[in-house]
């Protein structure tokens, strides 16, 4: 009896620890997947700086009438994407921030 009742404490201890231990790695992860958001944050603000200062801003009067943008996050500018997609060609820092591409040649 005495017995039965020491593995019955013994178990109960086991889950108890398991618990914390389940809860402790769950902050763990949420602590880490905050820590990675905000670099990659960092890292986006980064790259939007970059970006921009590749030189003479691009507006309406003066991007190519064949490069078609999309824009796909917010605060992500199409001004912007039209300068870093230059020729319908976006680099990696325009990834998931938008898309462009080049028509077709115009038959002459």
Do not use: H
Request: glycine share 6%; charged share 40%; net charge negative.
């Amino acid at each position: 009896m005495a017995e039965a009742r020491r593995l019955a404490e013994a178990e109960k201890k086991m889950a108890q620890d398991e618990k914390e231990r389940a809860k402790k790695e769950e902050e763990a992860l949420k602590e880490r997947e905050e820590k990675q958001k905000q670099a990659a944050e960092k890292v986006a603000v980064d790259n939007n700086e970059a970006v921009g200062s590749r030189g003479e801003p691009v507006t309406p009067k003066n991007r190519d009438p064949n490069v078609v943008c999309v824009v796909f996050e917010e605060g992500v500018t199409e001004d912007w994407c039209y300068a870093a997609c230059m020729n319908g060609v976006c680099p990696f820092e325009a990834k998931g921030k938008c898309m462009c591409a080049k028509g077709a040649e115009k038959p002459r």
